[in-house]
């Protein structure tokens, strides 16, 4: 379940027991040449568990703000982000870096794939940071449920762009977390590519019951999330339910 705090978008919104991201009238300035730019204007947003959302709009309209202000890897100015009922500003950096470890997996449109590692040794990273003692066997797991054991062995640049980006989600999905955020996963892919892509993801919902945050150019990627967040110059202009 999605909710915003307009009565324009009520049609879209449903009952939900927990919000697993919160967006509690956020703003976000950056600062550029000396010139304050705001990025987010007083934005609010309640995610609940399970829920696939596409982030749609032009360049510079606030997805990647939204997603990095998500998954803490940056603080909003005004206003407060919590992620399953933890506010990221409360925290410290060693807090900061738990709860992304645990609650939070990341997938870039450049994959972040490390390639003096293997394939296995990619996805079994986040698990290794963690200090799991045996990673091994949960990373071998993720790679099947994407259909990449067989390549478990191979370097990165021994793959496609589809299969690194598969790489990259089973590494986003290795300790279970409850957010994934994906910013542009389809950006270096064509577009029969970018579909398998989009489908997988609705499959980490479904099956993994993870909730999904994806900012999009694609208007046909974004028709399979179920509930489309036009965004535009820093507000979110618009819900639509698929």
Request: aromatic residues 4%; negative net charge; charged residues 20%.
């Amino acid at each position: 379940m999605l909710r915003v705090n307009s009565a324009k978008h009520a049609s879209v919104l449903r009952e939900a027991n927990h919000c697993l991201l919160v967006l509690d009238k956020v703003t976000k300035d950056y600062v550029t040449d000396g010139v304050p730019v705001r990025a987010l204007h007083d934005v609010s947003l309640e995610v609940a568990t399970g829920q696939f959302l596409a982030l749609v709009g032009r360049s510079g309209c606030g997805k990647s703000t939204l997603l990095n202000l998500a998954g803490a890897m940056d603080f909003p100015t005004s206003g407060q982000v919590l992620v399953d009922g933890i506010s990221t500003t409360s925290l410290s950096d060693a807090g900061l870096t738990q709860l992304r470890r645990q609650k939070v997996g990341f997938i870039f449109q450049s994959f972040q794939l490390l390639h003096t590692l293997t394939v296995l040794e990619n996805v079994e990273l986040p698990l290794l940071l963690a200090g799991v003692a045996d990673a091994r066997p949960s990373a071998r797991q993720r790679l099947e449920w994407v259909e990449l054991a067989d390549l478990a062995d191979r370097y990165p640049h021994q793959l496609s762009g589809g299969q690194m980006q598969r790489v990259a989600i089973a590494r986003a999905l290795v300790h279970s977390p409850r957010l994934v955020l994906a910013d542009e996963p389809m950006g270096n892919l064509d577009t029969t590519t970018g579909a398998v892509i989009v489908e997988l993801l609705q499959r980490v919902v479904r099956e993994q019951k993870v909730t999904v945050l994806m900012a999009t150019h694609s208007v046909e990627a974004a028709a399979l999330a179920d509930i489309v967040v036009r965004m535009r110059d820093g507000h979110i202009e618009e819900l639509v339910q698929s």
